[in-house]
């Protein structure tokens, strides 16, 4: 431990510093870092500290991995990013077995008591980008980002068959098997079928009866080429079909069918032809061809 701390008061009073940009090291990188250059990050430092126990005979290894984190605010879930890397160092020592020591910390000790970020340099973009919006709000933005990766991340891409498994236990299945799980989708595809077919007779009790069955028209000469507005009224599309048939054999029951429904719906008891109506409408004999006509002016009905 004499070594151990010699060496460390030797890189908290030489002038030594940490920096990520020490430069490109030669041949011999430790020689180079405690006599020469005296800068580099955690991988420098703990590597020339471990080569230096070794030439005192002291067994040394090197260990790395990640310290400090940050939690996210949106999901709870604990951040660790490459920023957040380090490397630092074990000695041998008898009676005590392999002892940490962390020489990046006399060098710098707000890198490790506080679990300290060393930033990068910001290049033009980035700080052209930090004038647009601020850290603060950056900050969030990638919060919201980082929480909806994890969420993707653990419930599809990480959906295993023991989770499957685990969802079954929680629904009171102690033993479940395939045919459980199968069983479970089978009912729940049912139950989606169901909401799908409750909510479609809805959302059509809770529609015109007019309005559809006039789309129901509109639908039926979208077929043969006719594209139609939605607000266009039952005599103009009457005349938009005198204009674009030369053939009206073919498409007077239609016109004569819009026109009825003209003068029914604004009759004094409009819902009173409603069903005759909407009888003649699954009868009629639309067209099988689009238009032939070069689309004259419509003419007046």
């Known amino acids: 431990m004499a070594f151990v ?8 009073t030489g002038g030594y510093t940490y920096t990520l940009e020490p430069g490109v090291a030669g041949a011999h990188s430790a020689d180079e870092f405690w006599f020469d250059t005296k800068m580099g990050f955690c991988e420098h430092i703990a590597s020339a500290f471990a080569i230096l126990m070794r030439n005192l005979d002291v067994p040394a290894r090197i260990v790395t991995g990640y310290q400090g984190g940050e939690i996210n605010g949106v999901d709870g879930y604990w951040t660790v990013r490459q920023a957040d890397a380090h490397a630092w160092t074990e000695v041998w020592i008898e009676d005590r077995g392999w002892v940490r020591i962390d ?22 973009f980035g700080t052209a980008f930090d004038t647009v919006i601020s850290p603060t709000i950056y900050m969030q933005m990638r919060a919201v980002w980082e929480a909806v990766n994890n969420g993707w991340n653990q419930w599809v891409l990480n959906y295993t068959q023991e989770r499957q498994f685990n969802l079954l236990r929680s629904l009171g299945m102690e033993a479940p098997s395939w045919q459980d799980l199968a069983r479970l989708l089978g009912a729940i595809a049912g139950l989606a079928a169901l909401i799908g077919i409750a909510w479609s007779l809805w959302e059509r009790s809770h529609q015109d009866p007019w309005q559809r069955m006039m789309s129901q028209a509109r639908q039926q000469l979208k077929k043969v080429g006719m594209e139609l507005p939605e607000h266009l009224p039952p005599r103009g599309i009457a005349a938009r079909i005198r204009a674009h048939w030369d053939d009206t054999s073919q498409t007077q029951p239609i016109i004569d069918w819009l026109l009825r429904v003209e003068r029914a719906r604004y009759a004094p008891r409009p819902d009173a032809a409603l069903a005759d109506l909407q ?20 003419q007046p009905l």
């Open 103 to 124: 020489p990046t910390g006399a060098v710098m000790p707000s890198r490790i008591g506080e679990y300290r970020r060393l930033q990068t340099p910001r290049s033009a």
């Open 5 to 12: 701390n010699a060496a460390l008061q030797r890189l908290r």
């Open 279 to 298: 009888r003649d409408l699954r009868r009629m004999p639309w067209p099988s061809a689009p238009p032939t006509s070069s689309g004259a002016a419509p």
